[in-house]
């Protein structure tokens, strides 16, 4: 699960980031609303977290950018702002919790639980380039905020090409690593799987060794 963190107090935000990431989280941190939108507009997230007074535009400014740009990632506000108004405001905003300060990190845990739940976040993202990502668990490739359905395999194919980039795959390599010995495959279905990857990533991004395999071109 990928986080962003946007907290201005910086003992917080270091005791929220190593809290997140002993939970095996992964955890971008953020001080101002500014540094936050570099990484919302380049970067996909499961999950933001954020504080409302901080520099640059407020969290509440924030988020409503963010849904009126049809960026939907789900939203924590964790704030000192205890007033039922200004929960209000968070809600309005396009929030999905609000937390106030101060509170015990264990509510926290809680409410991340419950919005991966209701979101079903237990998803894998790969990253391929500062362009695109690789879903795995809904079969998409991300490629400048559009989407891309591809097929199981295509997935494990890519994902497989992703994890060995410093090398080259052969087709035999990727038959014993991807199908199962029950399975049957034609080397000629494996081609056509990387010619689909290549048409939405591009025809430099996998490479065609001749007579020995596919390497990624990162």
């Known amino acids: 699960m990928k986080i962003l963190l946007l907290e201005d107090d910086l003992i917080l935000n270091e005791i ?4 997140l990431t002993n939970q095996k989280l992964q955890v971008i941190t953020t ?3 500014n540094e936050a939108i570099k990484y919302l507009y380049s970067e996909i997230f499961d999950l933001l977290i954020l504080d409302v007074n901080v520099p640059d535009l407020n969290g509440f400014e924030l988020l409503k950018e963010l849904r009126k740009n049809n960026i939907l990632t789900p939203t924590i506000f964790v704030t000192s702002l205890n007033m039922v108004e200004d929960m209000q405001k968070g809600f309005d905003s396009g929030c999905d919790d609000y937390i106030k300060k101060p509170f ?3 509510e926290l845990d809680i409410r991340i639980n419950n919005i991966k739940r209701l979101f079903n976040i237990d998803r ?3 990253k391929i380039d500062e362009k695109s990502y690789l879903d795995l668990q809904n079969l998409e490739i991300i490629l400048n905020n559009e989407r891309f359905l591809i097929s199981r395999k295509e997935s494990e194919i890519l994902a497989y090409l992703l994890n060995n980039s410093k090398k080259t795959i052969s087709i035999e390599e990727f038959i014993n690593n991807i199908w199962s010995y029950e399975d049957s495959v034609e080397s000629s279905t494996i081609r056509t799987y990387i010619k689909n990857l290549r048409k939405i990533l591009g ?7 001749r007579g020995v395999g596919y390497r990624f071109n990162k």
């Open 104 to 106: 015990e990190l264990k």
């Open 16 to 19: 929220l980031e190593e809290h």
């Open 203 to 209: 025809e430099d991004k996998i490479l065609n060794i």
């Open 124 to 126: 894998q993202i790969i």
């Open 31 to 33: 001080f101002t609303s």
